[in-house]
């Protein structure tokens, strides 16, 4: 069987030229960047150059980029580097976060700091608004995603980063879903602190980066080496980075996408009834769309799509397997019940017209069987 | 291709079999597994070598994602832990505290296995299921009724735990392991070199650790915040004489010898237990013996229904060799059974099914 792949937003494939990249300087550049012999010179020099790439993508400077096994670790050095260095304080943050930055702040408030999880509207934007009302005198870091990994709506990051200035505050953004794919600029965004991962934008796994802007302080969660300018310890994973700095070169690209999702959604609405986008009314990623099939349990479509050959999912990949709905599509108002029934899409730049249009197919014939056997549809409790 | 079939894989040496043999056979095929419950909860019951090898364990998924590989398959896993509290765990609890011995493998076949599964694998597209129980399903050429039969190895035999299945259950099932005794399953298991093929096998029933369900009852319960008064009651013999005290009459199950506490020149077994007075009588092994029973919630299988007194075999607990009877029809579609020689152990709670030959006609619950 063909299987096309629809969930870009969970990782996606290693672009060709970066596998070659990668391969080249696998097989090649051995040395530990630390080192003073010419082995070593090669690594650091490499090493350097993806650090420029990078930083070019980000509007940055290249001193500003930590390299990090990934986003999770990017969002973790982000939260308790700032928290930790301080010692006390309030963390303003959205309740519909990835588990890389909730999870964190759970174990923050843990340690005894205090956190506010602001809620999304209905549409699932975080307004700066709503953040202003949650900073406190002593609120010390915020932190808002870029765009939301499941609904793909892009939040309003230069209004909320103002007032992280105005009440000085450190701002981070989580642009796991973001960087490398469209344009993100710390600067235009006023970013403090800004998490990227290697894997959702044609680098491999196990490569990701921090920017932190000149003059933030961190405590370090690693102790080692000195590493990073002392923020990250640990040898430097050199085919990594020079993997992600030539994923970051080829440039931000997933504009076009929106073509083939707008195909999609399209396709989808006018195929199937009682069908709707969730996040909808809001500027979202080109790439991402999270429907909703009254009536339907998403977890089964998403078995049911595989076996037709696309791979979809319900949820976030991190929280694939549990019980509870989607905190996200909870956070913006939905029912249990309706968070259960969504589906995301998430197209990368591997998919094509003719997959969206069997894809398209193959989501109107589950809908109709799925709600043919269901239950709740039958009752009328859901109305066509 | 051919229809797709989902088999409900459990990381066990017969559903792990069932998917090579299908496979092998040409059969469309995914293996789905059903996480029914967390082992991590109630962790203070854990057995000392923690979770390992019992149902639903992070091993045995494990184990299943790994046969699924080897055999080639899809594979996917499903929670119904929700489903399974609901239907299964909390009646369990429920009957246990009301003085009768439930089974809850039975209440998992009907409301989980061959509901939920069902309609699970109707959802993803599959036409039937197959799993690994040991029991023969066959259509009557004449009624068109689906028919239940025991596995040719009796010794494994598990339709004592399926008389719930409906004609409609009945007909999207596939037992590929009914004609098959336990030693041909492994020696096919070890031919496929199926990672699974020497697994041992579990006897018990999968949430509750080392069979004490006592203390699993208790842990649960204290889980929910569910406040119990302390209870305490009699042991008393079958004349009234009080031998002992103990804690909560839901300790205690009919035909247990052991663990009661009080001392006896002759071998004491429990006769009855009454949760309302918490009296638990207790007595010789005689005293086990009774002819009659009455079952209620009957289905019935290959008959229909029960419009006069007919002769079958009827077996009282999963081990128990079926006794001939005679069954004869009660108000409000019960039956009463009467066997011809007396049988020791009849226990308020479980299964009684009724068999002609290797044929379920029926089964229902004891009163």
Redesign the interface.
């Given at each position: 069987m063909q299987h096309s792949y629809f969930d870009h937003n969970a990782t996606s494939a290693v672009a060709p030229e970066v596998l070659q990249t990668l391969a080249g300087s696998m097989a090649e550049v051995y040395g530990n960047a630390s080192s003073i012999h010419h082995f070593g010179q090669v690594a650091k020099q490499r090493l350097e150059a993806a650090r420029r790439e990078v930083a070019a993508m980000l509007g940055c400077e290249a001193r500003e980029v930590v390299f990090t096994s990934g986003g999770t670790e990017a969002d973790n050095l982000a939260l308790f580097g700032v928290m930790r260095r301080i010692g006390g304080g309030h963390l303003v943050t959205s309740s519909m976060e990835h588990p890389a930055v909730l999870n964190a702040c759970g174990q923050l408030e843990r340690e005894g700091f205090e956190v506010t999880y602001v809620a999304p509207d209905e549409s699932g934007v975080v307004s700066a608004a709503a953040v202003r009302r949650a900073v406190r005198t002593d609120t010390a870091l915020i932190s808002v995603m870029h765009a939301n990994n499941e609904t793909g709506v892009l939040q309003p990051l230069a209004g909320i980063a103002a007032v992280a200035r105005e009440c000085g505050a450190v701002f981070h953004t989580d642009a796991v879903q973001t960087a490398g794919r469209i344009p993100v600029n710390v600067r235009e965004l006023g970013a403090d602190l800004l998490s990227l991962s290697g894997h959702k934008f044609g680098a491999p796994k196990g490569i990701g980066a921090l920017y932190v802007r000149k003059g933030v302080e961190l405590r370090p969660l690693l102790y080692g080496g000195r590493h990073e300018r002392e923020r990250r310890a640990g040898t430097e994973n050199v085919p990594g980075a020079v993997a992600l700095g030539r994923a970051a070169g080829l440039g931000a690209l997933w504009g076009g996408i929106a073509t083939l999702r707008d195909r999609l959604e399209q396709g989808i609405l006018a195929r199937v009834p009682a069908a709707h986008v969730n996040g909808a009314g809001a500027e979202r990623m080109p790439n991402t769309s999270n429907i909703r099939f009254d009536g339907i349990e998403g977890e089964a479509m998403v078995i049911s799509l595989d076996l037709r050959g696309f791979a979809v999912s319900s949820g976030s990949a991190c929280s694939s397997g549990a019980v509870e709905p989607s905190h996200v599509l909870l956070a913006m108002g939905l029912s249990p019940e309706d968070a259960r029934s969504s589906v995301r899409f998430s197209l990368g730049p591997g998919n094509t017209a003719e997959q969206v249009d069997g894809l398209i197919e193959a989501v109107a014939g589950s809908v109709t069987h799925l709600r043919r056997i269901s239950t709740s549809f039958v009752k009328g409790t859901v109305n066509v | 291709m051919s229809d797709?079939i989902a088999v409900a894989m459990s990381g066990g040496v017969d559903s792990s079999t069932v998917a090579a043999l299908m496979k092998r056979d040409g059969y469309n095929i995914?293996g789905l597994t059903m996480?029914l419950w967390n082992q991590r909860r109630l962790p203070e019951l854990a057995a000392e070598e923690g979770a390992a090898g019992r149902c639903c364990s992070l091993d045995d998924v494990y184990d299943a994602r790994r046969v699924a590989e080897h055999v080639g398959i899809?594979y996917?896993?499903?929670?119904l832990?929700?489903q399974f509290e609901e239907s299964v765990v909390a009646p369990f609890v429920d009957e246990y505290l009301a003085g009768r011995t439930p089974i809850p493998c039975t209440l998992c076949n009907t409301f989980i296995k061959f509901d939920q599964f069902l309609?699970?694998a109707?959802?993803?597209?599959a036409k039937a299921i197959a799993t690994g129980h040991y029991a023969r399903v066959t259509q009557n050429a004449e009624t068109g009724r689906w028919e239940l039969r025991m596995a040719r190895d009796f010794s494994k035999d598990q339709t004592y735990f399926l008389w719930g299945l409906t004609q409609d259950q009945l007909s999207r099932t596939l037992f590929p392991l009914g004609d098959m005794v336990k030693t041909e399953v492994r020696d096919l298991a070890i031919a496929f070199d199926l990672p699974v093929a020497r697994k041992g096998e579990s006897y018990e029933i999968c949430f509750v650790p080392n069979g004490d369900y006592a203390a699993f009852i208790d842990g649960y319960l204290k889980e929910k915040g569910v406040e119990r008064a302390a209870v305490q009651g009699s042991i008393v013999t079958e004349g009234g004489r009080e031998l002992g005290r103990h804690t909560g009459a839901h300790q205690f199950t009919v035909g247990q010898r052991k663990g009661l506490g009080v001392s006896s020149p002759e071998p004491l077994y429990v006769i009855a237990t009454d949760p309302k007075s918490q009296t638990v009588t207790v007595g010789a092994n005689e005293s086990l013996l009774r002819s009659t029973l009455v079952v209620r919630g009957i289905n019935w299988l290959s008959w229909s229904g029960l419009p006069a007194p007919a002769r079958a075999k009827v077996r009282i607990r999963n081990r128990h060799i079926p006794a001939p009877a005679t069954l004869y029809p009660l108000e409000d579609g019960r039956v009463e059974v009467r066997f011809d020689e007396p049988q020791r152990a009849i226990t308020p709670g479980q299964g009684a099914v009724f068999y002609s030959d290797d044929l379920v006609l029926a089964g229902g619950w004891i009163e």
């Open positions: - | 797709l995914a996480q899809p996917y896993v499903v929670n832990e929700r309609e699970l109707d959802s993803v597209g």
